[in-house]
């Protein structure tokens, strides 16, 4: 019953921000790295940002000074601010967590979750 929801995507001009939003809700559950992915149009989907459980970031080289990763463990929930857009970001993204998720009795293995995606249109 984890579920991750995203929300804050949108089409925005070139040099414009925006701020995605990913929470995790249902059951109990123990959250390890998170990170965001995105698709565009005839490309394989591609690792945008990740950040560990303790907060140490990651990014892919084409977003590096212009992205940011965070995330607030005690409210299960994952950010990605976007400054400086590009028409190259235009994407689908994703969020992903690896979770491990406790069934009543104890934690059951690791696997990742995935959100539903929200569109990024960036306009030139």
């Known amino acids: 019953q984890v579920q991750l929801v995203e929300s804050g995507g949108g089409l925005v001009q070139a040099g414009g921000s925006l701020r995605l939003t990913c929470v995790v809700t249902?059951?109990?559950?123990?959250?390890?790295?998170m990170g965001w992915y995105r698709q565009a149009p005839g490309k394989q989907r591609e690792l945008v940002a990740a950040?560990?459980?303790?907060?140490?970031?990651n990014y892919t080289d084409s977003v590096k000074g212009r992205f940011t990763i965070s995330r607030d463990n005690a409210k299960n929930t994952v950010y990605l601010q976007m400054n400086s857009l590009k028409f190259e970001d235009t994407a689908v993204y994703y969020c992903?967590?690896?979770?491990?998720?406790?069934?009543?009795?104890?934690?059951?293995?690791?696997?990742?979750?995935w959100g539903q995606g929200t569109q990024v249109t960036v306009s030139s």
């Open positions: 249902g059951g109990i559950f123990r959250i390890n790295d």
């Open positions: 950040v560990t459980s303790g907060g140490r970031p």
């Open positions: 992903n967590a690896q979770i491990v998720r406790f069934n009543g009795d104890y934690y059951l293995p690791s696997r990742d979750y």
